[in-house]
């Protein structure tokens, strides 16, 4: 039990409106209770002199991507959810950007994906700011990769946001006397290609190994079970999986179909991460505890599960810590218990062989083809600075006070986990080092609220009114 008490307060320089939360928890004392605070969590509703104009968003921009130089102020790499919503509520801000998208289209990196993605949470938890998802698409619908896809394209038209597609970074570095990037792009041209061949042949898949547990395994493996093919996934490890049902629990994220937007934004964003996952936790183990034998026959098939009651189950830190990890349950299980699918609990693939894979218990599985579904590639932000900013022909070096990738790499901070004082590390946040540089990402929800504090940020500090930042946060996890 604990008592939730709200706040608002203003600060003088910069001029921001501001709210908050005070939650106070009672301790037992000498001579009975006293109420102590657990948890003080303030973040900007608005700036004061620039609460932003939506209609803003309306307005064509200054076509900025015409000439051989692009003047702009910020520029955005990617045109994802994250990538739209902040150069939107830059946009709002006043202030124009430019994105930077490799893909061809706005939202091919939804369209290519694989054929039954669709969304394990409410749509209502997936708006973005300033355009909803029309009514059709609202719960109990799930949100599949093409309407997601069509909505970003949608939304950076409707908006005119500055998206420059195909476009390939070729060199980039900052120059820390000014203050400034410089970025060198390769953009699409009209050139067109004729490819002509001898011989062309069909590969005949019939057998299909699935290697991963988590969601995206469960869902390729219902695209494979579904075009006719022989399926086993291979589960290395216990799995958590829970219930799509937990997950619309208004006490949980269903609370965004149940309360505005806004509301279930402050509800469910403004605790410290490390108590998020707490609660989370609490709420499906005391679901679970309702229906003990719920994943009973999940396990007598073979396939190694962590349930809900299991005290190490934390969807926030899988989130957090390692992007996923976890399967919420829209019905893959049952193809597994029904035994329509196979399944290798407890062993990995060793080696390939000519037909098929060799596993860490010494068995073999035949398979036509491998997918392997065993997470994002990118969860390390310097890796992934390093190979969207790196380009080895370019010596920063020559130029005084000019970092290069490599220098900009080593300044950044690690990216996801939590640090001591429960926030995650160094996401949606100003770098220790590295000036001007932001890193935004995550589902959309923490995208959409904290896409907020970062663009407010850049806002201030365009205009020379950033405070400096809170720099007691201790580093290590
Ligand atoms: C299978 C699956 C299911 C998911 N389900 C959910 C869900 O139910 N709910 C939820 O909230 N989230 C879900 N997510 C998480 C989802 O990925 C994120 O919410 C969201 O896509 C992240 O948005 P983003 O804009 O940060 O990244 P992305 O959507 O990956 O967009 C990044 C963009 O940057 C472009 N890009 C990359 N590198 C470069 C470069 N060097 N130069 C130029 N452009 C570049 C890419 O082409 C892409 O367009 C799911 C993810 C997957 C894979």
């Known amino acids: 039990m604990f008592i939730e008490c709200p706040i608002s307060f203003q600060t003088k320089s910069p001029s921001l409106l501001c709210a908050g939360k005070i939650v106070l928890l009672p301790v037992k004392a000498n001579d009975g209770i006293t109420w102590k605070v657990w948890v003080l969590s303030t ?4 700036l004061v002199d620039n ?5 803003l968003l309306s307005l064509p921009g200054p076509n900025v991507t015409d000439g051989a130089v692009v003047e702009t102020d910020v520029v955005i790499i990617g045109a994802g959810t994250s990538g739209l919503m902040t150069a939107a509520r830059l946009k709002a801000l006043g202030t124009e950007s430019v994105i930077l998208e490799r893909s061809v289209k706005i939202g091919d990196s939804w369209a290519n994906r694989y054929d039954s993605l669709k969304f394990h949470v409410p749509t209502s938890n997936c708006e973005m700011p300033y355009k909803f998802f029309p009514k059709e698409l609202q719960s109990p619908h799930r949100l599949s990769k093409d309407e997601v896809a069509e909505h970003l394209q949608q939304y950076a038209r409707e908006f005119h946001l ?10 980039s570095c900052f120059d820390k006397k000014e203050k400034k990037w410089t970025l060198h792009i390769q953009v699409a041209n009209n050139d067109v290609k004729t490819i002509s061949c001898k011989h062309w042949f069909r590969l005949r898949v019939l057998t299909v ?4 547990s988590a969601n995206t395994a469960f869902d390729v493996m219902r695209d494979c079970w579904e075009a006719g093919l022989k399926t086993t996934m291979i589960a290395r490890l216990p799995t958590y999986i829970f219930p799509y049902e937990y997950v619309m629990d208004p006490h949980g994220v269903g609370a965004y179909d149940v309360m505005p937007l806004d509301a279930a934004d402050r509800l469910l964003n403004t605790f410290p991460s490390t108590l998020d996952g707490q609660f989370s936790h609490g709420l499906f183990a005391h679901l679970a505890s309702q229906e003990p034998d719920r994943y009973s026959a999940l396990s007598k098939a073979g396939f190694p599960v962590l349930n809900s009651r299991n005290p190490s189950t934390n969807v926030i830190q899988n989130l957090f810590g390692r992007g996923g990890g976890h399967y919420i349950d829209v019905g893959g299980t049952d193809l597994i218990v029904e035994g329509k699918v196979d399944v290798r609990g407890m062993v990995e693939p060793t080696a390939y062989t000519e037909v098929g894979l060799r596993l860490s218990d010494g068995s073999h599985l035949e398979a036509d083809a491998v997918i392997w579904c065993n997470g994002f590639s990118d969860r390390n932000v310097r890796a992934t600075a390093r190979e969207i900013l790196d380009d080895p022909s370019y010596d920063s070096r020559l130029k005084d006070g000019v970092l290069g990738p490599q220098e900009i790499v080593e300044q950044l901070d690690a990216s996801w986990g939590v640090d001591i004082e429960g926030e995650v590390r160094g996401v949606w946040k100003r770098h220790l080092l590295m000036e001007n540089y932001w890193v935004i990402g995550g589902t959309i929800q923490h995208q959409r609220w904290w896409s907020l504090p970062m663009v407010q940020q850049i806002k201030l500090a365009l205009e020379g009114n950033l405070p400096p930042a809170y720099r007691d946060t201790p580093t290590a996890a």
Do not use: F, L, R, Y
């Open 43 to 46: 973040w900007v509703e608005e």
């Open 51 to 55: 609460p932003g104009d939506k209609n």
């Open 162 to 171: 500055n998206v420059m597609t195909s476009t390939i970074i070729q060199s």
């Open 209 to 212: 190994a699935v290697v991963g």
